[in-house]
């Protein structure tokens, strides 16, 4: 269901679709960063797992993220280079959330 989710998101393996939540995501990122969409980010990692189909495989799952998976690694990361927690808009909440039907913490 996570893969259906983000695609259901306007992340799809053609694109952002135009008028999604995808592309909301995407402008609002780009006016915050002064013009562009960093790799890595909230939009390019849910667009790259889009395309791919990978949420559910990287673990971003609707019951959570996975023990030892991509996505738990990610969380580790994110939230050491934040002092211990995971922001509420990082990319691994924002992925999360969608990956589980959400829009994505502030989205």
């Known amino acids: 269901m996570s893969d259906q989710n983000v695609r259901n998101a306007g992340f799809t393996?053609?694109?952002?679709k135009g008028g999604s939540l995808a592309s909301s995501m995407m402008s609002r990122e780009a006016k915050a960063s002064g013009g562009g969409v960093h790799s890595g980010g909230p939009t390019s990692t849910l667009q790259e797992m889009?395309?791919?189909?990978s949420t559910?495989?990287?673990?971003f799952t609707s019951s959570g993220i996975s023990r030892g998976s991509q996505a738990s690694q990610m969380m580790s990361q994110e939230?050491?280079?934040?002092?211990g927690g995971t922001p509420r808009s990082g990319t691994t909440s924002t992925v999360q959330?969608?990956?589980?039907?959400?829009?994505g913490g502030k989205h």
């Open 50 to 53: 889009g395309a791919k189909g």
């Open 56 to 59: 559910h495989s990287s673990g």
């Open 97 to 103: 959330s969608i990956s589980m039907g959400g829009k």
């Open 79 to 83: 939230a050491k280079s934040h002092g």
């Open 13 to 16: 393996s053609s694109g952002i």
